[in-house]
DNA sequence: TATTGTTATACTCTATAACTATA
DNA sequence: TATAGTTATAGAGTATAACAATA
């Protein structure tokens, strides 16, 4: 069942394009929501000289030091190659350190500097006045039922891939 | 208030990470979840052939006969040099057509062939299964808060950038 | 042997400038 | 001049194989 009229895309300059098959799917309507909280997100880190994975490994290892590449790549979801250079960028303004580990010479102990938990601090507040406007028509039930389906998928696709 | 220890993530083979600031922000779970969603897509695509961006154009073209390729890339969120490579893709299958138009001989009237439509009928019958299997768990109106919710993000987003 | 971090590489998606042919 | 489609190009994100150092 379709509806008439309802499921139709109005841009700004163009006509009207029928949406309706892709706006059946869940997963189309959490990919054009992302795109619009990415760039959001992207604009509130551009002052800092952050994007959204280096601003990711920077939290990760603030409210984790210690913890190894390998760690932090998992944690991540992002295979071990491509989170070298997302450190090396961090390192490299001297946000974080890569701290050699006497009992294993093979890991490195991540950790903050104080630059870096100072940028990780305004951004994060930065990030947070952002979210909160973007998210202003959105009560916060409502927050909490859709943070509780992202997690189910989550965990479905853990448990599918057993 | 940070939670205890709920917000933790018990990764495989790996130890435990504190990921409470990330998960604070909606933005993070919905990217994980659509990664997720993205993944299995992926996957439900492959014996067709078509990956996200190519399934998405078939389905517009499908479904809006004769669309120009500025309206589709304005209804796709993509630059139109981008959509070139896409298009290309499926003509080169004989899954759509570039039709020249008489009346405005630089524009194309894009359409699906026969063949297009067997295939985008075949591939959503997979892409809805694999969806729900993912879905599986969510109820109904879990399902319709979100996309409501989604909805919404989008719809913020438009007003912003006026 | 296995693991950590690294290099090299390739593929996809995305974004911008500039070209052509039409209008 | 303005628009539709295209080319060229560059930047990110992502994935795999193979290497050196270390365990």
Redesign the pocket.
């Known amino acids: 069942m379709k509806p008439a009229l309802s499921d139709k895309t109005h841009k700004s300059?163009g006509p009207i394009v029928d949406e309706s098959t892709l706006q059946g799917f869940l997963g189309y309507q959490l990919?054009r929501a992302f795109?619009v909280m990415q760039?959001d997100l992207t604009q509130a880190l551009k002052p800092h000289g952050l994007?959204?994975?280096?601003y990711t490994a920077l939290i990760l290892i603030a409210d984790n030091p210690g913890l190894?590449?390998?760690?932090?790549?998992a944690a991540?979801?992002?295979?071990?190659?491509?989170?070298?250079?997302?450190?090396?960028a961090l390192e490299h303004r001297a946000l974080i350190l890569?701290e050699r580990?006497?009992?294993?010479?093979?890991?490195?102990?991540?950790k903050v500097t104080l630059k870096g938990r100072q940028l990780y601090e305004k951004a994060t507040a930065d990030v947070k006045t952002h979210e909160q406007a973007l998210l202003a028509g959105i009560d916060a039930a409502t927050r909490k039922t859709v943070v509780e389906a992202m997690l189910l998928i989550r965990h479905r696709a853990a448990k599918d891939s057993l």
């Open positions: 300059a990919k795109n760039a994007r959204m994975l280096t190894s590449q390998s760690q932090l790549a991540m979801d992002v295979e071990r190659p491509n989170l070298v250079v997302i450190l090396d890569r580990v006497p009992s294993d010479r093979r890991t490195y102990a991540l």
